[in-house]
Nanobody, 122 residues
Framework: VQLQASGGGLVQAGGSLRLSCAVS????????MGWFRQAPGKEREFVSA????????YYADSVKGRFTISRDNAKNMVYLQMNSLKPEDTAVYYC????????????????WGQGTQVTVSS
């Protein structure tokens, strides 16, 4: 499966961005999908995940209430709506695909996109 993330950019604190991830290769609805991020000098961390049919969403505590993950199985797309952005949200954001339901660790996800940069200015 191939993943292509897009939608990153520069935004002021308090602003919003919507990340998109286009998935191709195998049946999209077979995969649970997730978003991770990696800030400079830090390890890659879990942000959010969603189950195959769109049910079962999971969020890191740091983004809960501000970010919303969704998917459109008809379009082979997964999204991350990010509201009330903070400077500490600055990172490269990666979408990833998993066959593990409820997976939230890097090891649970076997396919990764190339990442999209999100920069939040104060």
């Amino acid at each position: 499966v191939q993943l292509q993330a897009s939608g990153g950019g520069l935004v002021q604190a308090g602003g919003s961005l919507r990340l998109s991830c286009a998935v191709s290769g195998r049946t999209f609805s077979y995969y649970n999908m997730g978003w991770f991020r990696q800030a400079p000098g830090k390890e890659r961390e879990f942000v959010s995940a969603i189950g195959r049919s769109g049910g079962g969403t999971y969020y890191a505590d740091s983004v809960k209430g501000r970010f919303t993950i969704s998917r459109d199985n008809a379009k082979n797309m997964v999204y991350l709506q990010m509201n009330s952005l903070k400077p500490e949200d600055t990172a490269v954001y990666y979408c990833a695909a998993s066959t593990t339901y409820g997976g939230r660790t890097i090891g649970d996800f076997g396919s990764w996109g190339q990442g999209t940069q999100v920069t939040v200015s104060s």
